[in-house]
């Protein structure tokens, strides 16, 4: 009986073990990545999405596709991007990259966010950076010098051409 015990606790703890594993695989897979930031733009009431990432090597990269979720906490995983129809990146200069983390910086110092409007037309903004999502939208967050700031050297270093939705 002692034995039964034993062998059943020793698979118990295996069976464990591997399921702890598997989490932290998916955890690994879905937040560890080499982005220190990243930025979409979307036409409200669209899933056409500009996705910019930024990784520590520099490099900018831009994607115009379908995003798979409406929920903009899902800009924290990797795949954010369900149909992407176009993509390009592009290595930034030092003074681009310095510029672009000095922007970030405000903006995530002001820890600005969105006041909830009914929006039709303009864009939403949705900013990742130090693990703090920030959301802006074209149309009512002009205050926001930092954000607009922020929105406008993104679309200026773009590796493609950003077309974005008028305001109504």
């Known amino acids: 009986m002692n034995k039964k015990r034993i062998i059943i606790c020793c698979i118990l703890f295996v069976v464990f073990l591997v399921v702890v594993g598997i989490l932290i695989a998916i955890n690994y897979s879905t937040h560890n990545t080499s982005h220190i930031m990243r930025f979409a733009i979307y036409p409200t009431g669209s899933d056409q999405t500009y996705y910019f990432t930024l990784d520590k090597d520099g490099v900018l990269k831009v994607e115009f596709g379908t995003r798979k979720k409406h929920d903009i906490k899902s800009i924290k995983r990797l795949n954010f991007m369900e149909e992407v129809r176009e993509s390009s990146e592009k290595k930034l ?60 050297k993104f679309i200026e270093l773009s590796p493609i051409q950003i077309k974005l939705s008028p305001h109504n």
Request: hydrophobic share 40%.
């Open 93 to 152: 200069t030092e003074d681009e990259l310095q510029n672009l983390m000095e922007l970030a910086n405000a903006v995530d110092f002001l820890n600005y966010n969105l006041k909830k409007h009914i929006v039709y037309g303009g864009n939403y903004i949705v900013f990742l950076y130090n693990g703090r999502i920030h959301e802006a939208h074209d149309a009512f967050d002009r205050d926001s010098i930092a954000f607009t700031a922020l929105t406008e």
